[in-house]
């Protein structure tokens, strides 16, 4: 079994930037890929930013590209997502989640572990 614990997240205006940080436990970090994904109040969940096994390769949504950064610390059983320039739209409960395999995964459905949740509030 794998627990997801989020952390990093609050209140902050547009244009800040905010660092979420997901810590594992419980099995081996690097044999899983991971995920960030976020759900706005009224919206489906989203895949926010995906990173595969090594760290090596990764994805966003077109949404936050070029704005946030997803990583990891095999070393430390830890993920993080930079967010700068944040903007309204990208307030929602941010949610990491784990999945066994080494390549990036797009999908919710395809991720076996997820954490809490983690709320990020920009205002205008």
């Known amino acids: 079994q794998v627990q997801l614990v989020e952390s990093g997240g609050g209140l902050v205006q547009a244009g800040a930037s905010l660092r979420l940080s997901c810590a594992a436990s419980?099995?081996?970090?690097?044999?899983?890929?991971m995920g960030w994904f976020r759900q706005a109040p009224g919206k489906e969940r989203e895949l926010t930013a995906a990173i595969n096994w090594s760290g090596g390769t990764t994805s966003y949504a077109d949404s936050v590209k070029g704005r946030f950064t997803i990583s990891r610390d095999n070393a430390k059983n830890t993920a993080y997502l930079q967010m700068n320039s944040l903007k309204p739209e990208d307030t929602a409960v941010y949610y990491c989640?784990?999945?066994?395999?080494?390549?990036?995964?797009?999908?919710?459905?395809?991720?076996?572990?997820w954490g809490q949740g983690t709320q990020v509030t920009v205002s205008s």
């Open positions: 989640a784990l999945v066994r395999g080494s390549r990036l995964y797009y999908r919710d459905y395809e991720y076996d572990y």
């Open positions: 419980g099995r081996t970090f690097s044999s899983f890929a």
